[in-house]
């Protein structure tokens, strides 16, 4: 049930901005795993084509991101994860200016800490997918791209915020975001590689490296972010109540929320 909102508050927040490096490494490292055991030279699935290796690949980059949610970390920052998300709860002001620095910086970095672990377990089957950076595919031009990457990131966004508004069905999201993350990977890949996340596609592209197309991951989440927030305010009735994924009222929390929360 909402209760009497809880603003987004500023500091020091070393715990949250951990839980939030961590999570994101999680999740390259259990995504980026699947790019490996999927595509690599040694893949098991050979017999698979490579639709059915992209649903697989994003059922489990998905899933990886949704038991961060879940996990006790997750309960504790919000499991963003992405600087987008962030960005997005940020223009609701369920997030401080401080977190909204402090989780990005905690994003990147823990991106890089990810890859770097994939790149130690998976050696020179990470190599041969070049540590799964994202690039356009074969016949997809850079404007193409970033429009792809803006309309899937505005689909992800805009699924976020509407699941956040409702008490009801807000611990949901993490259940939600599967498939769906899986579905814009299965269709979205041959495109554009989907991203989504510029974190996400910030480790592989500095350690592969292969930078070069790396704006468009930038620029295209970035705007589907404006887009689905765009969209979302036209609803004035409809609020953010969380800026959590997955909101645990055993949790503190130093984000806004108008659930409720363990004192801090």
């Known amino acids: 049930m909402p209760t009497e909102p809880q603003p987004a508050v500023g500091g020091w927040h070393l715990i949250e901005w951990t839980c939030e490096l961590l999570g994101t490494a999680l999740l390259l490292l259990g995504g980026l795993s699947a790019v490996c055991l999927d595509f690599g030279p040694s893949t098991p699935f050979t017999g698979l084509g490579t639709s059915h290796r ?21 309960r504790r920052s919000g499991a963003h994860l992405n600087p987008v998300v962030t960005l997005a709860f940020w223009t609701q002001r369920k997030v401080h200016p401080h977190d909204l620095a402090g989780y990005v910086l905690s994003q990147m970095a823990g991106a ?25 595919g074969r016949g997809t031009s850079d404007p193409a791209a970033l429009l792809i990457e803006a309309l899937m990131t505005a689909t992800l966004i805009t699924t976020i915020l509407l699941m956040t508004s409702s008490a009801r069905y807000t611990r949901w999201t993490p259940l939600v975001l599967w498939p769906l993350i899986a579905i814009l990977v299965w269709r979205g890949a041959p495109y554009t590689g989907t991203s989504l996340n510029p974190a996400r596609s910030f480790g592989p592209a500095l350690l592969a490296p292969h930078a070069t197309p790396y ?42 929320s108008s659930l409720p929360t363990a004192p801090r």
């Not at 697989?56 to 997750?74: C, D, N």
């Not at 990810?114 to 950076?133: C, H, I, K, P």
């Open 112 to 136: 890089i800490l990810g890859t770097l672990l994939v790149r130690s377990l998976w050696g020179s089957e990470a190599t041969a997918v070049n540590l799964g950076a994202t690039a356009p």
């Open 215 to 256: 704006w468009i991951y930038v620029l295209g989440p970035l705007l589907g972010a404006a887009v689905a927030v765009s969209l979302y305010a036209l609803l004035k009735t409809t609020h953010v109540l969380t800026a959590k994924l997955f909101h645990d009222p055993n949790y503190p929390s130093t984000l806004g």
């Open 54 to 74: 992209l649903l697989l690949t994003g059922l489990m980059f998905a899933g990886t991101g949704s038991l961060v949610a879940i996990s006790p970390l997750g």
